[in-house]
């Protein structure tokens, strides 16, 4: 009866369970608490339901129905109404917050005990091979066998086994397709910290959504086994592809280049792979590539309690320094980046870059040594691809490819035949790696090595030999290095700005002019303003930047020399009904993109004006929609800061359709931010338009001609006489003028140009 009784009531609570969800579903749930209220008798159960339903998110998992035919279970909250679900919520419910994965592949490092005792009871000395479903059994085994029913899903072959997982071939009745089915290897037997593991796997995967990443469909537990599904993908993996030979090198190419496409939407969601290793990414028949295995996935946002600093965990060839040495709390992006130049060069090569006899000796390797480069193994390879290789492979995160995505467009710039933007290593940055594997050099700098090459053995011989010397060929090394970073680049990068931009044509002409002075080959880049041009000039991108007076700040960068001063045009519809900066609230004002400086200094002067977004909407636009014949452009009013004299407001004010209009409080604006200054438009500034005689009262600032800190020397000597010697900037501030500017950053060379022609004027005064 009591039995009965049991049954009766978990009938109930599935029936419930299910209001609660189609309740989710359709948006008619108001409170939690109450819809508990209203079954008080059931509270605690459904609680416990509730919060796995939480834990598990926005997954699909596969459930029953009341009647207990399997089916898929899809949902806003997706949790099947079972008696399964109930089974696992208790185990589920206490590692919400621990998403760090170990292992899953049987050549991965931090592999901890397959199985814990913890909870398994009478089961402890039970073979886990027993419970999974295996092909082949021999006589006696009562193992369950394959083909193996796990509800809607029919068990076929096995694809793989790993340290942690098993994966199976296997056909989804419902929907009548082969998918791949990955089950906890320690099947029914699995602790809490394997389940734990496995489902963060599944969860990283689950989030992804990208044509080259192997996609998840449904998780869940079957017949006591935690399983899910994913994409089913023909072919092999990169791994036994390398086992017949390398690969050419522009296909080695596309496929890092569509590894890292596929890496950058994992980072960009959070996840973080870890474990990237040829074995881990599948080649279709079409030769599409389908990165597979986050089985050591971490998200960003999330700590590190499963794995915590100390473990080495990753795969030793193809691991990252900071995870050979254990250090989880370090790694980043970055590891993945690292391990993307791994692949890549053992796809052309056909072995990694760096391998030990041991894996110990590999950990210490990868930690300690550095790779050799990718032309010293085949030297066939294209040059190119050995700088991307070597950016890839460097010791330190911070010198390696800030993002996935820069690695696939370099990668995509060598297969276009462009010029890729990485640059290899210095002389100098050479000659200082070579002495650092030497050993006694190693430990006085504090360096660990291991498997010292015959070379650095060589030459410690002779230190040892001449300890009077060394003193003096490390101050040699340092003043070579020196000198090396002070030499004129091999290629100037120029940055520009927006299409049609004042900063596009002085960047043309002063690339022109600097490469007929210097013979050294200049490039203008085409960007998104002033903020774009500084955060590219400090990451390196660019040589020489011109960037508004708002973005001129920071340690890193230096003012070479003063441009132009750039205006607030504050310009109005002919048609409006707008005759004053008053009239602008309720309007809807085009404005430039964000990253722009015209947007920044607009921003500026709308805040002081009191016109907040709300007040009045912004509206980003091409600035020549602003041109068009058309009535119904969607702002009335335009602020473009930009050099006065502008082609683009020259035609917007000739062509009779748009009007400046004053801003009558400049300078109680210049005020509020220092960076703006109170001017007027002249008259003959755009001939042919209506400026009244008195001119346009308005703001400006300036734009500067910006480098980094470090810029070399030669570099700033040519550009400053390429500005002022040869003179084809039009509204270029004078040299004399520019020398008289205080409080300014300026470069060494440019601060001593400037303090030179002042004495000069001086003596000529005197004279």
Request: aromatic share 6%; hydrophobic share 40%; with cysteine.
């Amino acid at each position: 009866m009591e039995d009965v009784m049991a049954e009766s009531n978990e009938d109930d609570l599935d029936e419930i369970f299910a209001l609660y969800l189609s309740a989710c579903d359709t948006g008619e749930l108001t409170s939690r608490d109450d819809f508990l209220n209203q079954h008080p008798e059931h509270a605690d159960q459904l609680r416990e339901l509730m919060d796995a339903a939480d834990l598990i998110g926005t997954f699909s998992m596969t459930g029953s129905d009341a009647t207990g035919t399997p089916g898929p279970w899809t949902g806003p909250i997706t949790l099947p109404p079972d008696s399964e679900v109930r089974d696992q919520a208790a185990q589920l419910a206490s590692t919400a917050s621990q998403i760090d994965v170990q292992t899953d592949m049987a050549d991965t490092i931090g592999i901890g005990t397959a199985l814990s005792a913890d909870g398994l009871g009478e089961h402890s000395n039970v073979d886990p091979n027993l419970t999974l479903p295996m092909a082949n059994r021999s006589q006696g085994d009562s193992g369950p066998s394959l083909p193996f029913d796990l509800g809607d899903y029919q068990l076929l072959k096995v694809l793989g086994v790993g340290g942690m997982g098993v994966v199976y071939l296997a056909k989804q009745r419902e929907l009548d397709r082969l998918v791949a089915v990955k089950m906890i290897r320690s099947g029914i037997l699995a602790g809490q910290d394997e389940v734990k593991r496995f489902y963060t796997e599944a969860k990283a995967a689950a989030k992804l959504k990208h044509p080259n990443i192997v996609a998840v469909h449904q998780f869940g537990r079957r017949a006591g086994h935690h399983f899910f599904s994913m994409q089913y993908v023909e072919g092999e993996d990169l791994q036994k592809v390398l086992a017949k030979g390398p690969l050419p090198s522009r296909r080695a190419a596309e496929i890092v280049r569509d590894v890292a496409q596929a890496i950058h939407h994992a980072h960009s969601r959070g996840v973080l792979h870890r474990d990237l290793k040829p074995g881990n990414v599948l080649i279709d028949p079409s030769g599409q590539v389908h990165v597979t295995d986050f089985g050591l996935a971490k998200h960003t946002d999330a700590d590190s309690s499963v794995t915590g600093s100390g473990a080495a965990v990753g795969t030793p060839h193809y691991m990252a320094p900071e995870q050979a040495l254990g250090h989880s709390d370090r790694v980043t992006h970055h590891s993945d980046i690292y391990s993307l130049g791994a692949i890549l060069f053992a796809a052309i090569t056909s072995k990694p870059p760096i391998f030990g006899d041991t894996v110990m000796q590999t950990l210490l390797k990868v930690a300690h040594q550095p790779p050799p480069t990718l032309r010293s193994v085949c030297p066939e390879a294209e040059s190119d691809l050995e700088v991307i290789v070597a950016k890839c492979l460097e010791k330190q995160p911070k010198d390696r490819y800030k993002t996935a995505k820069n690695l696939a467009d370099d990668l995509n710039r060598f297969l276009c035949g462009q010029t890729i933007h990485a640059r290899s290593r210095s002389r100098a940055r050479k000659v200082i790696d070579w002495f650092g594997q030497v050993p006694v050099v190693a430990a006085v700098t504090g360096r660990q090595t291991s498997g010292t090459p015959i070379g650095q053995r060589r030459f410690q011989n002779g230190i040892l030999a001449a300890t009077v010397v060394l003193p003096l060929l490390l101050l040699g090394g340092l003043v070579w290095q020196q000198r090396i970073n002070n030499a004129m680049p091999t290629q100037i990068r120029i940055a520009g700005g927006l299409p049609g931009g004042l900063y596009n044509r002085v960047s043309e002409q002063l690339s022109k002019t600097l490469q007929s002075q210097t013979s050294v080959p200049c490039e203008v880049i085409g960007t998104n303003g002033t903020w774009d041009n500084r955060e590219r000039l400090i990451a390196g991108e660019f040589e020489l930047a011109p960037i508004q007076a708002t973005a001129v700040n920071g340690e890193s960068l230096r003012v070479v020399a003063p441009l132009f001063y750039e205006a607030v045009h504050i310009l109005i519809r002919d048609d409006s009904e707008i005759d004053s900066v008053e009239d602008l609230s309720g309007q809807r004002i085009a404005v430039g993109p964000h990253g722009s400086g015209s947007r920044r200094a607009a921003e500026m002067v709308l805040e002081s004006l009191k016109l907040s977004e709300s007040v009045s909407p912004r509206v980003e636009m091409p600035w020549e929609t602003l041109q068009k014949t058309n009535p119904k452009v969607s702002a009335e009013a335009a602020i473009i800061c930009i050099g006065v004299g502008s082609d683009l407001v020259t035609r917007m004010l000739t062509e009779q359709r748009w009007h400046l209009l004053p801003l009558p409080d400049g300078v109680s604006i210049a005020l509020q931010h220092p960076t703006l200054h109170a001017m007027t438009i002249a008259t003959d500034a755009y001939a042919g338009s209506s400026i009244p005689p008195s001119g346009v009262h308005t703001v400006g600032t300036t734009a500067f001609l910006v480098c980094r800190d470090s810029a070399p020397d030669p570099l700033i000597e040519s550009t400053l006489q390429a500005l002022y010697e040869e003179p084809s900037i039009v509204g270029l501030i004078p040299a004399r003028q520019a020398a008289e500017w205080q409080g300014l950053a300026f470069h060494r060379i440019s601060r001593r140009y400037y303090d030179d022609l002042e004495a000069q004027l001086a003596n000529t005064q005197s004279d």
